[in-house]
C-alpha cells in the first residue's frame, strides 16, 4: 500500500470555526509532513513530524496546530483561519532516518476554504 | 538562501515532440534531487530522484534527467513526449546533511498538443 490518505477533500469554514485535516499512511514511514499550497505555486513545508515528534515549524502561525498521535496519523487542527490561509493542504510521508531522506509520498490534499 | 529555479514557467509542445525542462538549485552541502509531477486532477508523484551514483537517472513513463554538480543542474529530459504527459512538474531539493526540508521550484506548466 502507497496510499496517503487525506480526509476530507474539501472543507469550507468560517473564521471562527475549529476544524481539523486528518492525514492516514500505511508504509511505515517515520516522517510526514504538511504542506500548503496556493493555486499554480509549489508546495510549502509547515511541519515535519520524525519519530512522531515534531522535527520543523516553518514559522507557522499558532492558529495551525499539528499533532501527530502515532505513527500513521497526522492531525492538522485549524481554529481562526484567515481567509488567506485558503489553499490545498497536503500531506506527505516518507522514510524517517535523518541524512538518508527518501522521496516523499503525498496525499490528495484538503481543498481548504476559509469565509 | 537555499533555492530552485525552473527556468520555464509554461512549455507548449506538440506529440513526438522532444522536451527539456532546466532546474537550478542554490544549496549548500550534498543534495537529494527529484522531480515530482501532478496530473490534471491528481496527486504530487514521483516521477525520479538521485541520490549518489550515476549523474544521469531514469525514472518512470520514459523520462530521465542529469545532475550536473558543476552547473548546480538537474535537467529533466524525455525524447518524445505525449498528450498525457500535460502536467506541471516540480523540481525539488533537500540537503542529505539537512534533515526533512525540502525545497520545491516554482513548478512547469506543461501542455502537450495531441
Known amino acids: 500500500d502507497t496510499e496517503v490518505t487525506q480526509t476530507p477533500k474539501h472543507l469550507v469554514m468560517g473564521m471562527t470555526n475549529k476544524k481539523s485535516l486528518k492525514c492516514e499512511q500505511h508504509?511505515?514511514?517515520?516522517?510526514m509532513y504538511w504542506y500548503k499550497q496556493k493555486a499554480k505555486k509549489p508546495p510549502e513545508l509547515m511541519f515535519v513530524?520524525?519519530?512522531?515528534?515534531?522535527?520543523i515549524n516553518e514559522s507557522v502561525p499558532s492558529r495551525f496546530s499539528p499533532e501527530c498521535p502515532n505513527s500513521s496519523l497526522l492531525n492538522l487542527h485549524l481554529h481562526a483561519l484567515q481567509p488567506e490561509d485558503s489553499a490545498l493542504y497536503l500531506c506527505?510521508?516518507?522514510?524517517?532516518?535523518?541524512?538518508?531522506?527518501?522521496?516523499?509520498?503525498f496525499g490528495p490534499g484538503t481543498r481548504l476554504t476559509v469565509t | 538562501a537555499q533555492s530552485v529555479s525552473q527556468h520555464n514557467h509554461h512549455v507548449i509542445l506538440s506529440e513526438a515532440a522532444s522536451l527539456e525542462l532546466g532546474c537550478n538549485y542554490s544549496?549548500?552541502?550534498?543534495?537529494?534531487l527529484f522531480w515530482y509531477v501532478q496530473y490534471p486532477g491528481q496527486h504530487l508523484q514521483l516521477l525520479l530522484k538521485?541520490?549518489?551514483?550515476?549523474?544521469l537517472v531514469k525514472g518512470i513513463k520514459g523520462f530521465e534527467a542529469e545532475f550536473i554538480k558543476s552547473k548546480f543542474s538537474f535537467n529533466l529530459r524525455k525524447p518524445s513526449v505525449q498528450w498525457s504527459d500535460t502536467a506541471e512538474y516540480f523540481c525539488?531539493?533537500?540537503?542529505?546533511?539537512?534533515?526533512?526540508?525540502?525545497?520545491f521550484g516554482a513548478g512547469t506548466r506543461l501542455f502537450v498538443k495531441a
Open positions: 506527505a510521508s516518507s522514510h524517517g532516518r535523518t541524512g538518508l531522506t527518501y522521496e516523499q509520498y
Open positions: 508504509m511505515g514511514h517515520r516522517a
Open positions: 513530524y520524525s519519530y512522531e515528534k515534531l522535527s
Open positions: 544549496y549548500g552541502g550534498t543534495v537529494n
Open positions: 538521485y541520490f549518489s551514483g550515476d549523474p
Open positions: 525539488a531539493v533537500n540537503s542529505r546533511t539537512g534533515g526533512f526540508k525540502t525545497i
